[in-house]
């Protein structure tokens, strides 16, 4: 009757190592960017901190794309 019982658990550990593993049933995984940009639509402290910081990246980001814009354009 034991060996029965081990025979039942063996089976049953083997049928549970056959199921679908969790890292295929995720979605893409989101960049930093995107992370942040969660995290200040929050309402937890320090949240909009975080969007504020965000605007002023992309802020900084366009500035430094329109001078890269100027310089580009200057005749050699």
Not at 64 to 71: D, H, P, R, S
Request: net charge positive.
């Amino acid at each position: 009757m034991r060996l029965r019982w081990i025979g039942v658990l063996a089976v049953a550990v083997l049928l549970a190592g056959c199921g679908k593993s969790n890292t295929e049933a995720k979605g893409p995984e989101l960049t930093q960017r995107q992370r942040d940009s969660i995290l200040a639509l929050q309402p937890l402290p320090g949240a909009s901190t975080v969007g504020s910081a965000l605007k002023a990246s992309d802020r900084a980001a366009g500035q430094a794309a329109a001078t890269n814009a100027a310089v580009d354009s200057l005749e050699r």
